[in-house]
């Protein structure tokens, strides 16, 4: 049965779309099932290109220094988003980083020349960590999961404080600024303040750290049910008058898309990246999160409540459900957006031939449900929005 819509919902303004790139060997899965998927540049280019013609507004690089979960291979991702951003027109790139390992005003930096390189398309995802051994490996400090978090937050509000003043000083536990002013700043692109700070993580401590100070928060895969939850925490902690952004957070899941003609064909896909897990990475993976949410007191965060096969997908993106025909997806969708999601942060088995089917055949029957909802509840829906993301 189909849940109420929550007071976090947009339905006037269409849903966003985002791909994670493909940046690390391996693909989005821990399988030695068959993928198509390559993790270099020249597909990436192409991938990216296909992406922006079809819609997808965002691109989301991961941050990866050593072999974890069969990706034995990865590239850089705040340098792989540059080389994104410059074969592309309109894609935003969004690069995660690690707050252990960058000072917040190099990577302001760092930013602000990506940003003037691609006409102002730079965006972060600032993600708290929790591979301790590439912390160790470098001789980095390991702090516990909480203590993480107030890290992050000092370092989005040095972003944030570097990126729309001159003179910044901030000291903190972990940074200290004094009178800091960048030149060239980031884009000024009307309606942003500054490039998009997405933040990644799903513990309590993740949730009242992003309605602080995220622009985005960003979960991983999860049910419906589990997703009520995350908003609801974000939102509380937004409104307890420490929030350093001005517009309220917004939010983004992961979801695996496993899109076939028929559900039977869907699930039987699933059912073959599941059976051929690289079983000791993914046991691998399992040992390695728990210095995730299950280290913290209530024992709630990212792959907490994890199985095995959730796990084969390292974002829990089976979890979201979005397996099935494209109406069943499409139908899917539109139930996240009741819940108040703004964004879906999309994976697939064989990326450029599946996210192009997405593009193609998924996207314009979301687009057709959402004005659907908007009429049935009275309120206009912005599709020249949706025209153009459908057009970009
Ligand atoms: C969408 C998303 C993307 C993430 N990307 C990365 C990444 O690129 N590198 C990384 O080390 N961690 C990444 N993380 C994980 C975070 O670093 C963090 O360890 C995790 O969210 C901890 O969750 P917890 O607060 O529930 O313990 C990501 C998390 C999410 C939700």
Redesign the pocket.
Known sequence: MAAPISPAADLASPLKFAYWVPNVSGGLVISTVEQRTDWGISYNRTLAQTAERLGFEYA?????YQASYGASEQHE?TSFSLALLLATERLKVIS?V?PGMWHPGVLAKFINTADQLSGGRAAV?V?????KD?FTGFGLPWLE?DE??VRTDEFIRALRGIWTRDDYTQHGRYYSIDGVSLRPGPVDVPGRAHPDV?F????????ATAGRVADWY???GRSLEDYADNVAGVIEASRSGDRSAPAAPRF?I?GFVIARDTHDEAVEQLREIVGNAHRPAVEGFQRS?Q??????GDR?????DSSFEDLVQY?DGFKTGLIGTFDEIADRIIEYKKQGVNLL?TAYLHFQEELTTFGEEIIPRVREREAQLARENGVEFRDDEAAEAAAA
């Open positions: 989301l690089t991961q941050t990866r991702a995660a690690h995802n993600v708290s960590g929790w591979l590439e999961h993480r978090y997405f990644g993580g799903n513990s309590s401590a993740a949730q960003f979960s991983n983004g992961n999160v210095q995730a949410g299950a280290s913290t709630k965060g990212m792959w907490a974002n942060l």
